[in-house]
Nanobody, 118 residues
Framework: QVQLAESGGGLVQPGGSLKLSCAHSASASLFNVMGWYRQAPGKQRELVVTISSNSGSPDYGDSVKGRFRISRDNAKNTMYLQMNNLKPEDTAVYYC???????????WGQGTQVTVSS
């Protein structure tokens, strides 16, 4: 079984920054696809960013492009989402996701709450 666990969420003022972490089990050290989605209250889950091993280039949602950046540390079995210049509309539960095998079902973490408010 592969497990993902998000952390780093919290309350931040507009314009502030947060760095989310997603720890994954050892068996998830090699992902075909990895990334982050988010879901605000009453809204559908939306893309934040994904990156594939095939291209190596991240695909960011338009609403976060230029403000958020994905990274990973293989030694720590962790992927990150650096969020800068946060806005109230960034408030959501953030989920990390990964896929092992191009035709396999995606794996999801339980989510971490990010609230942007003054």
């Amino acid at each position: 079984q592969v497990q993902l666990a998000e952390s780093g969420g919290g309350l931040v003022q507009p314009g502030g920054s947060l760095k989310l972490s997603c720890a994954h089990s050892a068996s998830a050290s090699l992902f075909n696809v990895m990334g982050w989605y988010r879901q605000a209250p009453g809204k559908q889950r939306e893309l934040v960013v994904t990156i594939s091993s095939n291209s190596g280039s991240p695909d960011y949602g338009d609403s976060v492009k230029g403000r958020f950046r994905i990274s990973r540390d293989n030694a720590k079995n962790t992927m990150y989402l650096q969020m800068n210049n946060l806005k109230p509309e960034d408030t959501a539960v953030y989920y990390c996701t990964a896929k092992i095998g191009w035709n396999s079902a995606p794996i999801w973490g339980q989510g971490t709450q990010v609230t942007v408010s003054s």
